[in-house]
């Protein structure tokens, strides 16, 4: 799957994670084992795509495809794995999840437009 795919994809994700966070509510017992394998197995496939999404990105970023930082690529998935925790555990201010939310739909809007504007950087397997 290449860079567009990955990150339109990841986009849809971040649409989710954002209505989940928004309807529903903390769970009962944080430390629930249960509840903590639930949340492993449901967001396991995502975290997995923003692994290969950041590798791949982060090659465009190398031969100089696209116009975005390395940190950015990388503090994108950070950004986006505390999203994840925060949005089945309701855990942080609502504020600072948007803030998260926005940031990174704002560097996968860049690098959207990167590609879009560089159609050689969205081929095979980048």
Do not use: C
């Not at 290449?2 to 769970?27: C, F, G, I, M």
């Not at 190398?62 to 505390?82: A, D, G, I, Y």
Request: net charge positive.
């Amino acid at each position: 799957m290449n860079v567009k795919n990955q990150t339109e994809q990841l986009k849809r994700h971040v649409s989710d994670l954002k209505t989940r966070y928004k309807t529903n509510a903390p769970p009962e017992n944080k430390k629930d084992k249960q509840y903590f394998l639930q949340v492993k197995e449901e967001t396991a496939p995502i975290f997995q795509l923003l692994e290969e999404w950041e590798k791949n990105a982060l090659k465009l970023v190398k031969e100089r495809k696209v116009n975005v930082h390395p940190q950015q690529v990388t503090s994108t998935r950070e950004n986006m794995e505390l999203m994840l925790m925060h949005s089945y555990y309701i855990d942080a201010k609502e504020k600072r999840f948007m803030e998260l939310h926005n940031s990174i739909l704002y560097i996968f809007d860049q690098l959207l437009r990167e590609i879009e504007r560089n159609p050689s950087a969205a081929g095979g397997d980048n």
